[in-house]
């Protein structure tokens, strides 16, 4: 088993510009997140999916898209990439069922580090 | 929204003293995970406390859950140099979400 494996593990994008960081996990889980890790600031969930078909927003949302189209894909779409959005971001998986009520534990990839210029 | 305070930001020990990490919540919570990240690294979890008042120890980890679910702990005794990372602190609520704490971040002196 992989696990979670994200790529790109590095990104340097000019303001403006669109990318999509990929996330796919081996595990069957249903639960995917998305987070983005800012010093001193923790882990941030940006959108979220408890299923294929089905999203749903974070806390940080704007300006950045997914989709679920498979149990083991959830890409991560910047619209228009501005320096605020120059971050670590880390794609997270579960396998408790979600209509529990109880997010279970996350398995995390190994991050992509993200710059816009 | 949900908000999960988490302190000290950082602590310095030196080895074999204890370290604790404080998580309150502004809501109750359902459960609540632990994850540690290793410089470089990323999340990985520790544990997951679910029941009112529960404490689970992992070797010389102590981890307390409060009476009202809004508050957690980390302690850890006699600190080794692997244990430096940084460690969270992830709050579950009425949705399905996690909402983390900002980290501390533990130095050990050897």
Same mark, same amino acid.
Request: glycine share 12%; hydrophobic share 30%; proline share 4%.
């Given at each position: 088993?992989?696990g ?35 010093p001193?600031?923790g ?46 971001y ?28 | ?23 309150n919540?502004? #809501?109750?919570l359902?459960?609540?995970?632990? /994850?540690k990240?290793?410089? %470089? &690294?990323?999340?990985?979890? =520790?544990i997951q406390?679910?029941?009112s008042?529960e ?23 006699? #600190?080794?140099?692997t244990?430096?990372?940084? /460690?969270?602190?992830?709050g %579950? &609520?009425?949705?399905?979400? =996690? ?12």
């Amino acid at each position: 088993n992989a696990g979670v494996t994200q790529t790109p593990k590095f990104q340097v994008l000019k303001t403006g510009q669109s990318m999509t960081l990929q996330c796919a996990q081996d595990m069957n889980h249903e639960y995917m997140s998305w987070y983005r890790q800012d010093p001193g600031m923790g882990l941030r969930l940006i959108h979220y999916s408890v299923g294929a078909g089905i999203t749903d927003q974070g806390e940080v949302p704007n300006g950045y898209n997914v989709s679920r189209s498979t149990t083991e894909d959830f890409p991560l779409r910047l619209l228009s990439a501005a320096p605020s959005q120059t971050s670590v971001y880390f794609c997270a998986s579960s396998g408790i069922r979600p209509w529990t009520g109880n997010t279970g534990e996350l398995f995390f990839g190994e991050g992509s580090r993200l710059t816009v210029l | 929204g949900q908000q999960v305070m988490q302190i000290p930001q950082y602590q310095h020990v030196q080895e074999g003293e204890d370290f604790t990490t404080y998580c309150n919540s502004s #809501t109750t919570l359902s459960n609540i995970q632990w /994850y540690k990240q290793r410089p %470089g &690294g990323h999340p990985v979890f =520790l544990i997951q406390l679910v029941k009112s008042g529960e404490v689970k120890k992992q070797k010389r980890l102590t981890f307390q859950f409060g009476e009202a679910k809004k508050n957690s702990s980390l302690h850890i005794t006699a #600190t080794q140099t692997t244990d430096v990372g940084t /460690y969270f602190c992830a709050g %579950g &609520g009425s949705a399905r979400q =996690l909402t983390f704490g900002s980290g501390t971040q533990l130095t050990v002196l050897p």
